[in-house]
Protein backbone atom coordinates (compact mmCIF):
# COMPACT_ATOMS: atom_id res chain seq x y z
CA UNK A 1 0.00 0.00 0.00
CA UNK A 2 1.50 3.48 -1.20
CA UNK A 3 -0.30 6.14 0.45
CA UNK A 4 0.89 10.20 0.61
CA UNK A 5 -0.38 12.88 3.02
CA UNK A 6 -0.45 16.36 1.41
CA UNK A 7 -0.73 19.55 2.31
CA UNK A 8 0.57 19.44 6.17
CA UNK A 9 2.30 21.30 8.58
CA UNK A 10 4.74 17.94 9.33
CA UNK A 11 7.22 17.91 12.33
CA UNK A 12 9.95 16.20 11.12
CA UNK A 13 12.51 17.86 13.39
CA UNK A 14 13.88 20.59 15.57
CA UNK A 15 12.75 23.86 13.12
CA UNK A 16 12.31 21.15 9.84
CA UNK A 17 8.54 21.75 9.33
CA UNK A 18 7.84 19.66 5.26
CA UNK A 19 4.64 19.48 3.52
CA UNK A 20 3.80 16.08 2.83
CA UNK A 21 4.65 12.63 3.22
CA UNK A 22 5.16 9.51 1.15
CA UNK A 23 4.30 5.89 2.90
CA UNK A 24 4.46 2.49 1.42
CA UNK A 25 4.12 -0.63 3.42
CA UNK A 26 4.00 1.00 6.25
CA UNK A 27 7.22 3.12 6.25
CA UNK A 28 7.74 6.59 5.99
CA UNK A 29 9.97 6.65 2.57
CA UNK A 30 10.08 10.57 1.43
CA UNK A 31 9.41 13.42 3.01
CA UNK A 32 9.21 16.93 1.47
CA UNK A 33 7.52 20.02 -0.40
CA UNK A 34 3.62 18.62 -2.25
CA UNK A 35 5.53 19.05 -5.31
CA UNK A 36 8.07 16.71 -4.56
CA UNK A 37 5.82 13.73 -2.65
CA UNK A 38 2.78 14.26 -5.65
CA UNK A 39 5.68 12.95 -8.11
CA UNK A 40 5.22 9.73 -6.70
CA UNK A 41 2.39 6.62 -7.64
CA UNK A 42 0.15 6.24 -4.76
CA UNK A 43 -2.84 4.29 -4.19
CA UNK A 44 -4.28 6.67 -1.77
CA UNK A 45 -3.90 10.50 -1.29
CA UNK A 46 -4.98 12.34 1.78
CA UNK A 47 -5.31 15.88 2.02
CA UNK A 48 -4.15 17.34 5.81
CA UNK A 49 -6.15 20.13 5.20
CA UNK A 50 -2.66 21.55 6.43
CA UNK A 51 -3.27 20.78 10.12
CA UNK A 52 -0.60 19.70 12.26
CA UNK A 53 0.97 16.58 12.32
CA UNK A 54 3.37 15.17 15.07
CA UNK A 55 4.83 11.49 15.36
CA UNK A 56 2.71 9.34 17.81
CA UNK A 57 3.88 10.24 21.19
CA UNK A 58 5.42 7.37 23.22
CA UNK A 59 4.88 7.12 26.78
CA UNK A 60 8.21 6.05 28.59
CA UNK A 61 6.45 4.33 31.79
CA UNK A 62 2.55 3.41 32.47
CA UNK A 63 0.53 0.33 33.49
CA UNK A 64 -2.38 -0.28 30.45
CA UNK A 65 -3.94 -3.24 32.31
CA UNK A 66 -4.48 -1.02 35.59
CA UNK A 67 -5.67 1.90 32.61
CA UNK A 68 -8.66 -1.00 31.91
CA UNK A 69 -9.56 -1.82 35.24
CA UNK A 70 -10.10 1.58 36.96
CA UNK A 71 -12.24 2.44 34.03
CA UNK A 72 -14.20 -0.45 35.53
CA UNK A 73 -13.54 -0.12 39.32
CA UNK A 74 -14.91 2.57 41.70
CA UNK A 75 -13.30 5.99 40.69
CA UNK A 76 -11.81 8.10 43.88
CA UNK A 77 -10.42 10.16 42.22
CA UNK A 78 -13.13 13.70 42.30
CA UNK A 79 -13.54 12.78 46.05
CA UNK A 80 -13.44 15.86 48.29
CA UNK A 81 -13.44 14.20 51.77
CA UNK A 82 -13.33 10.89 53.56
CA UNK A 83 -17.59 11.04 53.56
CA UNK A 84 -17.77 11.50 49.81
CA UNK A 85 -15.49 8.03 49.34
CA UNK A 86 -17.89 6.85 51.59
CA UNK A 87 -20.87 7.56 49.55
CA UNK A 88 -19.22 6.62 46.33
CA UNK A 89 -18.51 3.09 47.78
CA UNK A 90 -22.45 2.90 48.97
CA UNK A 91 -23.37 4.51 45.51
CA UNK A 92 -21.29 1.63 43.55
CA UNK A 93 -22.21 -1.79 45.45
CA UNK A 94 -25.85 -0.01 45.22
CA UNK A 95 -25.45 0.01 41.15
CA UNK A 96 -23.66 -2.87 41.21
CA UNK A 97 -25.39 -5.36 43.52
CA UNK A 98 -23.61 -8.44 42.13
CA UNK A 99 -20.07 -7.79 43.40
CA UNK A 100 -18.55 -9.81 46.15
CA UNK A 101 -15.87 -7.45 46.16
CA UNK A 102 -15.20 -3.91 46.17
CA UNK A 103 -12.26 -2.19 44.63
CA UNK A 104 -11.13 1.26 44.06
CA UNK A 105 -8.53 3.98 43.53
CA UNK A 106 -7.59 7.59 43.05
CA UNK A 107 -8.25 9.43 46.39
CA UNK A 108 -6.23 11.74 47.52
CA UNK A 109 -6.09 12.88 51.07
CA UNK A 110 -4.31 15.90 49.97
CA UNK A 111 -7.11 17.09 48.04
CA UNK A 112 -9.56 16.57 50.58
CA UNK A 113 -11.60 20.47 51.16
CA UNK A 114 -14.23 19.70 54.11
CA UNK A 115 -13.14 16.87 57.38
CA UNK A 116 -10.57 15.00 58.26
CA UNK A 117 -7.49 15.72 55.81
CA UNK A 118 -5.91 12.56 56.71
CA UNK A 119 -5.23 8.89 55.19
CA UNK A 120 -8.72 6.82 55.23
CA UNK A 121 -8.52 3.62 57.64
CA UNK A 122 -10.42 -0.14 57.96
CA UNK A 123 -13.11 1.94 59.94
CA UNK A 124 -14.16 4.61 57.08
CA UNK A 125 -14.75 1.58 55.07
CA UNK A 126 -16.15 -0.18 57.31
CA UNK A 127 -19.09 2.19 57.29
CA UNK A 128 -19.68 1.10 53.44
CA UNK A 129 -19.94 -2.59 54.12
CA UNK A 130 -18.63 -4.89 56.94
CA UNK A 131 -19.74 -8.13 54.33
CA UNK A 132 -17.69 -7.83 51.64
CA UNK A 133 -14.05 -6.93 51.14
CA UNK A 134 -13.17 -3.19 50.10
CA UNK A 135 -9.93 -1.89 49.40
CA UNK A 136 -9.46 1.18 47.94
CA UNK A 137 -6.15 2.40 46.39
CA UNK A 138 -4.36 6.19 46.79
CA UNK A 139 -3.77 7.65 43.48
CA UNK A 140 -0.03 7.15 43.93
CA UNK A 141 -1.03 3.12 43.98
CA UNK A 142 1.76 3.25 47.08
CA UNK A 143 -1.20 3.30 49.63
CA UNK A 144 -4.02 0.87 49.59
CA UNK A 145 -6.19 0.93 52.51
CA UNK A 146 -8.70 -2.44 53.21
CA UNK A 147 -11.75 -2.95 55.46
CA UNK A 148 -12.28 -4.93 58.41
CA UNK A 149 -13.72 -8.06 56.26
CA UNK A 150 -10.32 -8.01 53.85
CA UNK A 151 -7.57 -7.94 56.38
CA UNK A 152 -10.06 -11.02 57.95
CA UNK A 153 -10.15 -12.81 55.01
CA UNK A 154 -6.39 -12.84 54.97
CA UNK A 155 -5.67 -13.50 58.67
CA UNK A 156 -3.83 -10.43 58.81
CA UNK A 157 -3.28 -9.13 62.55
CA UNK A 158 -0.72 -7.41 64.56
CA UNK A 159 2.02 -9.67 63.85
CA UNK A 160 1.69 -9.83 59.77
CA UNK A 161 5.19 -8.44 58.24
CA UNK A 162 6.11 -7.68 55.06
CA UNK A 163 9.76 -7.10 53.46
CA UNK A 164 9.84 -3.66 52.08
CA UNK A 165 6.59 -2.79 53.44
CA UNK A 166 4.46 -1.35 56.26
CA UNK A 167 1.19 -2.48 57.88
CA UNK A 168 0.02 0.52 60.40
CA UNK A 169 -0.71 -0.20 63.46
CA UNK A 170 -3.72 2.12 65.63
CA UNK A 171 -3.98 3.21 68.60
CA UNK A 172 -5.63 0.14 69.71
CA UNK A 173 -1.93 -1.67 68.84
CA UNK A 174 -4.40 -3.90 66.10
CA UNK A 175 -3.80 -2.93 61.75
CA UNK A 176 -5.40 0.26 60.66
CA UNK A 177 -5.93 -0.98 57.04
CA UNK A 178 -3.44 1.42 55.83
CA UNK A 179 -0.77 -0.59 53.78
CA UNK A 180 2.65 0.73 51.70
CA UNK A 181 4.86 -0.16 49.41
CA UNK A 182 5.43 -3.87 48.98
CA UNK A 183 2.57 -4.69 51.76
CA UNK A 184 0.30 -3.35 49.03
CA UNK A 185 0.07 -6.46 46.89
CA UNK A 186 -0.85 -8.39 50.37
CA UNK A 187 -4.21 -6.34 50.76
CA UNK A 188 -5.25 -6.25 47.28
CA UNK A 189 -4.84 -10.22 46.91
CA UNK A 190 -8.08 -9.82 49.18
CA UNK A 191 -10.22 -8.97 45.76
CA UNK A 192 -10.78 -11.88 44.15
CA UNK A 193 -8.78 -12.45 40.85
CA UNK A 194 -10.42 -11.35 37.53
CA UNK A 195 -10.48 -14.33 34.77
CA UNK A 196 -8.04 -13.82 31.32
CA UNK A 197 -11.46 -12.81 29.24
CA UNK A 198 -12.32 -9.59 31.52
CA UNK A 199 -8.38 -8.56 31.52
CA UNK A 200 -8.17 -9.04 27.80
CA UNK A 201 -11.05 -6.63 27.48
CA UNK A 202 -10.14 -3.93 29.98
CA UNK A 203 -6.60 -4.44 27.99
CA UNK A 204 -7.93 -3.63 24.99
CA UNK A 205 -10.26 -0.81 25.88
CA UNK A 206 -7.23 0.89 27.29
CA UNK A 207 -5.28 0.59 23.99
CA UNK A 208 -8.09 2.38 22.09
CA UNK A 209 -8.10 5.32 24.68
CA UNK A 210 -4.40 5.38 24.29
CA UNK A 211 -4.52 5.47 20.17
CA UNK A 212 -7.45 7.59 20.41
CA UNK A 213 -5.27 10.72 22.53
CA UNK A 214 -2.30 10.09 20.35
CA UNK A 215 0.22 7.44 21.76
CA UNK A 216 1.19 4.78 19.41
CA UNK A 217 4.02 3.12 21.61
CA UNK A 218 3.74 2.38 25.23
CA UNK A 219 6.34 1.18 27.87
CA UNK A 220 3.89 -0.43 30.38
CA UNK A 221 4.72 -2.01 33.39
CA UNK A 222 1.42 -4.86 33.91
CA UNK A 223 4.03 -8.01 35.04
CA UNK A 224 3.72 -7.30 39.07
CA UNK A 225 2.60 -10.51 40.96
CA UNK A 226 3.98 -14.10 40.96
CA UNK A 227 1.34 -15.19 38.90
CA UNK A 228 3.21 -13.49 35.73
CA UNK A 229 2.78 -16.35 33.13
CA UNK A 230 -1.04 -16.04 32.77
CA UNK A 231 -0.49 -12.00 31.88
CA UNK A 232 2.52 -12.90 29.54
CA UNK A 233 -0.35 -15.02 27.82
CA UNK A 234 -2.87 -12.69 27.74
CA UNK A 235 -0.63 -10.08 26.15
CA UNK A 236 1.12 -12.64 23.67
CA UNK A 237 -2.48 -13.67 23.21
CA UNK A 238 -3.87 -9.90 22.01
CA UNK A 239 -0.32 -9.47 19.75
CA UNK A 240 -0.37 -13.18 18.27
CA UNK A 241 -3.72 -12.35 17.16
CA UNK A 242 -3.12 -8.76 16.28
CA UNK A 243 -6.24 -7.26 18.15
CA UNK A 244 -4.40 -3.68 18.99
CA UNK A 245 -1.91 -1.79 16.67
CA UNK A 246 -0.65 -0.01 20.14
CA UNK A 247 3.36 -1.03 19.88
CA UNK A 248 3.73 -2.64 23.62
CA UNK A 249 7.24 -2.90 25.28
CA UNK A 250 7.38 -4.68 28.62
CA UNK A 251 8.45 -3.39 31.54
CA UNK A 252 7.87 -6.33 34.44
CA UNK A 253 8.25 -5.84 37.89
CA UNK A 254 9.90 -8.48 40.19
CA UNK A 255 10.91 -7.07 43.72
CA UNK A 256 11.96 -10.78 44.95
CA UNK A 257 15.25 -12.09 42.98
CA UNK A 258 13.67 -15.75 43.15
CA UNK A 259 10.63 -14.86 41.14
CA UNK A 260 13.35 -12.92 38.72
CA UNK A 261 15.65 -16.35 38.64
CA UNK A 262 12.08 -18.33 37.87
CA UNK A 263 11.28 -15.68 35.15
CA UNK A 264 14.25 -16.16 33.44
CA UNK A 265 14.31 -20.03 33.57
CA UNK A 266 10.81 -19.95 31.73
CA UNK A 267 9.45 -17.09 30.49
CA UNK A 268 11.61 -16.96 27.43
CA UNK A 269 10.02 -20.10 26.40
CA UNK A 270 6.78 -18.74 26.57
CA UNK A 271 6.10 -17.21 23.50
CA UNK A 272 7.54 -14.76 20.62
CA UNK A 273 8.92 -10.92 20.51
CA UNK A 274 8.57 -9.96 17.20
CA UNK A 275 9.62 -5.95 18.26
CA UNK A 276 8.12 -4.19 16.12
CA UNK A 277 4.65 -4.27 18.09
CA UNK A 278 5.59 -6.56 20.79
CA UNK A 279 8.97 -6.07 22.86
CA UNK A 280 10.50 -7.46 25.80
CA UNK A 281 11.71 -5.06 27.53
CA UNK A 282 12.97 -4.19 30.42
CA UNK A 283 13.07 -5.40 34.27
CA UNK A 284 11.05 -3.05 36.43
CA UNK A 285 12.21 -2.47 40.58
CA UNK A 286 10.90 -0.34 43.04
CA UNK A 287 13.09 1.51 44.80
CA UNK A 288 10.57 3.80 47.41
CA UNK A 289 7.32 4.96 46.97
CA UNK A 290 5.34 8.16 46.70
CA UNK A 291 6.20 12.06 47.53
CA UNK A 292 2.36 12.43 48.65
CA UNK A 293 2.35 9.21 51.12
CA UNK A 294 5.85 10.20 52.54
CA UNK A 295 7.26 7.03 51.35
CA UNK A 296 9.79 8.54 48.55
CA UNK A 297 13.09 7.10 50.45
CA UNK A 298 14.87 10.30 51.32
CA UNK A 299 18.89 11.52 52.31
CA UNK A 300 17.87 13.60 54.83
CA UNK A 301 14.76 13.67 56.69
CA UNK A 302 11.05 15.34 55.65
CA UNK A 303 11.16 18.80 56.51
CA UNK A 304 7.13 18.47 57.05
CA UNK A 305 7.39 15.08 59.22
CA UNK A 306 10.88 14.81 60.78
CA UNK A 307 12.36 11.43 61.63
CA UNK A 308 10.71 10.40 58.78
CA UNK A 309 12.73 9.03 55.55
CA UNK A 310 10.27 7.26 53.48
CA UNK A 311 10.06 3.23 52.60
CA UNK A 312 13.25 1.54 50.84
CA UNK A 313 11.46 -0.75 48.80
CA UNK A 314 14.29 -2.49 48.08
CA UNK A 315 17.44 -2.21 50.26
CA UNK A 316 20.58 -1.45 48.53
CA UNK A 317 22.17 -4.54 48.58
CA UNK A 318 18.77 -6.43 47.06
CA UNK A 319 18.94 -3.73 44.12
CA UNK A 320 22.49 -4.47 43.63
CA UNK A 321 21.74 -8.09 43.14
CA UNK A 322 19.50 -7.32 41.09
CA UNK A 323 20.29 -5.19 38.51
CA UNK A 324 23.78 -7.42 38.44
CA UNK A 325 21.95 -10.47 37.53
CA UNK A 326 19.94 -8.60 34.77
CA UNK A 327 23.04 -7.41 33.66
CA UNK A 328 24.10 -10.61 33.70
CA UNK A 329 21.64 -11.73 30.86
CA UNK A 330 22.05 -8.68 28.66
CA UNK A 331 18.17 -7.14 30.43
CA UNK A 332 17.84 -3.29 30.83
CA UNK A 333 16.70 -2.21 34.42
CA UNK A 334 14.31 0.95 35.03
CA UNK A 335 13.91 1.57 38.99
CA UNK A 336 11.16 3.48 40.29
CA UNK A 337 13.23 6.14 42.30
CA UNK A 338 11.29 9.42 43.33
CA UNK A 339 12.90 10.41 46.77
CA UNK A 340 16.61 11.69 46.48
CA UNK A 341 17.90 8.62 48.73
CA UNK A 342 16.22 6.31 46.07
CA UNK A 343 18.14 8.19 43.14
CA UNK A 344 20.97 7.78 45.07
CA UNK A 345 20.51 3.81 44.85
CA UNK A 346 19.64 3.76 41.21
CA UNK A 347 22.37 5.58 40.24
CA UNK A 348 25.13 4.09 42.20
CA UNK A 349 23.50 0.37 41.24
CA UNK A 350 24.04 1.29 38.02
CA UNK A 351 27.51 2.78 38.11
CA UNK A 352 28.49 -0.31 40.01
CA UNK A 353 26.71 -2.35 36.89
CA UNK A 354 29.03 -0.22 34.66
CA UNK A 355 31.85 -1.48 35.88
CA UNK A 356 31.92 -4.71 34.62
CA UNK A 357 32.43 -5.01 30.77
CA UNK A 358 29.12 -6.42 29.92
CA UNK A 359 27.76 -3.18 30.97
CA UNK A 360 30.40 -0.41 29.95
CA UNK A 361 29.09 3.42 29.57
CA UNK A 362 25.85 1.86 30.56
CA UNK A 363 25.07 0.06 27.58
CA UNK A 364 22.05 -1.51 28.42
CA UNK A 365 20.41 1.65 28.94
CA UNK A 366 19.67 1.21 32.50
CA UNK A 367 17.04 3.64 33.65
CA UNK A 368 15.29 5.61 35.94
CA UNK A 369 11.74 6.51 36.47
CA UNK A 370 10.76 9.39 38.02
CA UNK A 371 13.58 10.95 39.30
CA UNK A 372 11.69 13.60 41.27
CA UNK A 373 13.46 14.85 43.81
CA UNK A 374 16.98 15.25 42.93
CA UNK A 375 20.19 17.53 43.81
CA UNK A 376 22.43 19.67 40.77
CA UNK A 377 25.60 16.55 42.17
CA UNK A 378 22.75 13.76 40.94
CA UNK A 379 21.69 15.30 38.07
CA UNK A 380 25.72 15.84 36.91
CA UNK A 381 25.90 12.38 37.88
CA UNK A 382 23.32 10.94 35.75
CA UNK A 383 24.37 12.80 32.60
CA UNK A 384 27.94 11.48 33.25
CA UNK A 385 27.07 7.89 33.12
CA UNK A 386 24.27 8.18 30.33
CA UNK A 387 21.54 7.12 32.38
CA UNK A 388 17.59 7.58 30.92
CA UNK A 389 15.54 9.37 32.91
CA UNK A 390 11.82 8.68 31.91
CA UNK A 391 9.69 12.22 33.74
CA UNK A 392 6.37 12.41 33.99
CA UNK A 393 5.98 16.37 33.84
CA UNK A 394 2.10 16.20 34.63
CA UNK A 395 2.64 14.86 38.41
CA UNK A 396 3.95 19.06 38.74
CA UNK A 397 0.02 19.80 38.81
CA UNK A 398 -0.13 17.89 42.11
CA UNK A 399 3.14 17.90 43.60
CA UNK A 400 3.62 21.67 42.90
CA UNK A 401 1.25 22.17 46.52
CA UNK A 402 3.59 19.65 48.36
CA UNK A 403 7.24 19.21 47.21
CA UNK A 404 8.56 22.75 49.08
CA UNK A 405 6.67 21.71 52.64
CA UNK A 406 8.25 18.00 52.18
CA UNK A 407 11.80 18.46 51.03
CA UNK A 408 12.76 22.30 51.49
CA UNK A 409 13.00 25.10 49.47
CA UNK A 410 16.88 24.34 47.97
CA UNK A 411 16.40 20.53 47.28
CA UNK A 412 13.09 21.61 45.57
CA UNK A 413 15.03 23.88 43.19
CA UNK A 414 16.80 21.13 41.61
CA UNK A 415 13.95 18.55 41.55
CA UNK A 416 11.81 17.94 38.85
CA UNK A 417 15.07 19.29 36.43
CA UNK A 418 13.45 18.62 32.87
CA UNK A 419 15.33 21.22 31.42
CA UNK A 420 18.23 20.88 33.35
CA UNK A 421 18.73 17.23 32.95
CA UNK A 422 17.79 17.75 29.21
CA UNK A 423 20.53 20.61 28.55
CA UNK A 424 23.42 18.38 30.03
CA UNK A 425 22.70 16.11 27.40
CA UNK A 426 21.23 12.87 29.66
CA UNK A 427 18.44 10.96 27.72
CA UNK A 428 15.33 12.22 28.60
CA UNK A 429 11.98 10.49 27.93
CA UNK A 430 8.39 11.32 29.00
CA UNK A 431 5.34 9.67 30.14
CA UNK A 432 2.69 9.59 32.44
CA UNK A 433 2.57 6.48 35.00
CA UNK A 434 -1.27 6.42 33.95
CA UNK A 435 -3.41 5.60 35.07
CA UNK A 436 -1.66 7.64 38.15
CA UNK A 437 -2.29 10.29 35.62
CA UNK A 438 -4.22 10.35 32.74
CA UNK A 439 -2.40 9.25 29.63
CA UNK A 440 -3.16 12.40 27.83
CA UNK A 441 -0.05 13.32 26.54
CA UNK A 442 -0.87 17.02 25.93
CA UNK A 443 -1.87 18.15 29.61
CA UNK A 444 1.72 16.30 30.49
CA UNK A 445 3.44 18.62 27.52
CA UNK A 446 1.17 21.96 29.00
CA UNK A 447 3.38 20.83 32.42
CA UNK A 448 6.66 20.75 30.87
CA UNK A 449 6.82 23.86 29.15
CA UNK A 450 4.63 25.89 31.65
CA UNK A 451 5.73 24.58 34.82
CA UNK A 452 2.30 25.30 36.25
CA UNK A 453 -0.81 23.43 37.41
CA UNK A 454 -3.56 22.76 35.01
CA UNK A 455 -5.07 26.11 36.94
CA UNK A 456 -2.41 28.24 35.24
CA UNK A 457 -0.92 28.84 38.71
CA UNK A 458 2.11 29.70 40.13
CA UNK A 459 2.49 32.96 38.19
CA UNK A 460 5.24 32.42 35.71
CA UNK A 461 6.30 28.78 36.54
CA UNK A 462 7.27 26.75 38.93
CA UNK A 463 11.27 26.69 39.13
CA UNK A 464 11.03 28.63 35.77
CA UNK A 465 14.50 27.80 34.94
CA UNK A 466 13.13 24.26 34.50
CA UNK A 467 10.82 25.15 31.34
CA UNK A 468 11.43 22.71 28.69
CA UNK A 469 11.28 24.09 24.82
CA UNK A 470 8.20 22.88 23.22
CA UNK A 471 10.22 20.98 20.40
CA UNK A 472 12.56 19.71 23.15
CA UNK A 473 9.61 18.70 25.32
CA UNK A 474 7.73 16.29 21.54
CA UNK A 475 11.07 15.10 21.06
CA UNK A 476 11.41 13.85 24.20
CA UNK A 477 8.31 12.46 24.01
CA UNK A 478 8.73 10.62 20.66
CA UNK A 479 12.55 9.98 19.67
CA UNK A 480 13.63 10.22 23.72
CA UNK A 481 11.03 7.37 24.52
CA UNK A 482 11.95 5.21 21.29
CA UNK A 483 15.82 5.65 22.69
CA UNK A 484 14.91 3.43 25.89
CA UNK A 485 13.31 0.34 23.58
CA UNK A 486 16.91 0.97 21.65
CA UNK A 487 14.32 2.12 18.90
CA UNK A 488 15.73 5.75 17.75
CA UNK A 489 16.30 4.25 14.53
CA UNK A 490 12.72 2.88 14.22
CA UNK A 491 9.83 5.23 15.43
CA UNK A 492 9.73 8.46 16.83
CA UNK A 493 10.88 10.69 13.95
CA UNK A 494 8.52 11.33 10.39
CA UNK A 495 11.83 10.61 8.47
CA UNK A 496 12.93 8.41 5.70
CA UNK A 497 13.17 4.78 7.13
CA UNK A 498 11.23 5.33 10.10
CA UNK A 499 7.83 3.58 10.55
CA UNK A 500 4.62 5.59 9.61
CA UNK A 501 3.12 6.44 13.25
CA UNK A 502 1.92 9.63 13.31
CA UNK A 503 -0.89 12.03 14.60
CA UNK A 504 -2.84 15.03 13.24
CA UNK A 505 -4.17 17.46 15.67
CA UNK A 506 -7.28 20.22 15.74
CA UNK A 507 -4.73 22.59 16.39
CA UNK A 508 -1.56 23.76 15.52
CA UNK A 509 0.43 23.45 18.87
CA UNK A 510 3.37 25.34 17.78
CA UNK A 511 1.71 28.93 17.51
CA UNK A 512 -0.77 28.53 19.79
CA UNK A 513 -0.69 30.01 23.07
CA UNK A 514 1.30 27.45 25.83
CA UNK A 515 -2.30 27.72 28.08
CA UNK A 516 -3.91 25.84 25.45
CA UNK A 517 -1.57 23.29 25.04
CA UNK A 518 -3.44 21.03 27.31
CA UNK A 519 -6.80 21.33 25.33
CA UNK A 520 -5.40 19.73 22.35
CA UNK A 521 -7.23 16.92 20.84
CA UNK A 522 -6.11 14.42 17.83
CA UNK A 523 -8.56 14.21 14.84
CA UNK A 524 -6.30 11.34 13.68
CA UNK A 525 -4.01 8.57 14.15
CA UNK A 526 -1.85 6.54 12.33
CA UNK A 527 0.27 3.42 13.37
CA UNK A 528 2.49 1.40 10.29
CA UNK A 529 0.68 3.47 7.54
CA UNK A 530 -2.64 2.72 8.95
CA UNK A 531 -5.56 4.96 10.63
CA UNK A 532 -6.03 3.72 13.08
CA UNK A 533 -8.38 6.13 15.38
CA UNK A 534 -10.02 9.15 13.43
CA UNK A 535 -12.25 11.81 15.47
Same mark, same amino acid.
Given at each position: ??????????????N????A???????????????K???? #???N??????????????????? @?????????????? &???????? !??????????????????????????????E???L???? @??????????????????????N??????L????????????????D??????????????L?? #???????????E???????? /?????????????????????????????????????????????????????? %?????????????????????? @????????????L?????????????????????????????????????T???GD???????????????????????????I?? =?????????N?????????? %??????????????????????ST?????? @????????????? #???????????? /? =??????????????????????????? !?????IG?????????????????Y?????????D????D?S?? &??I???????????????
Amino acid at each position: MRTILKNGKIYVEKNNFQEALFIQDGIIKQVGTNEKILAN #SADNIIDLGWKTVLPGFNDSHMH @LSMIGAAITSCDLT &KAKSIDEI !IQLGKDFLKNNKYLTALGGRGWNQDHFTSGEKRLLTRFD @LDKISTKIPIVFDRVCAHVSVGNTKALEILGIDEKTTVDGGTIELGDDGKPNGVFNENAVRLIQ #SAIPEKNNDTIEKEFLKAAN /YALSVGITSIQSCDIMNKKYIEMFKIIHNIYDNKKTKLRYSHQFNFQDINDFKN %YLRTEFKTGQYDEKFLSKGALK @LFKDGSLGARTALMLKDYEDVPGTRGVAALSDEQLQDLCDLATENEIKVVTHAIGDGAVEGAINAYENTMKSEKNNNNRLRHGIVH =CQISSMEQLNRIAKLNIPVM %YQPIFLDYDIQIVEDRVGKELASTSYAFNT @LYKLGAPVSLGTD #SPVEDCNPFPNI /Y =CAVTRQRINGSPQGGFYPNEKMGLQDT !IDAYTIGSAYNEFKEDFKGRLKPGYVADLIVLNRDIFTIDESEI &KDIKVEKTMVDGEFVFER
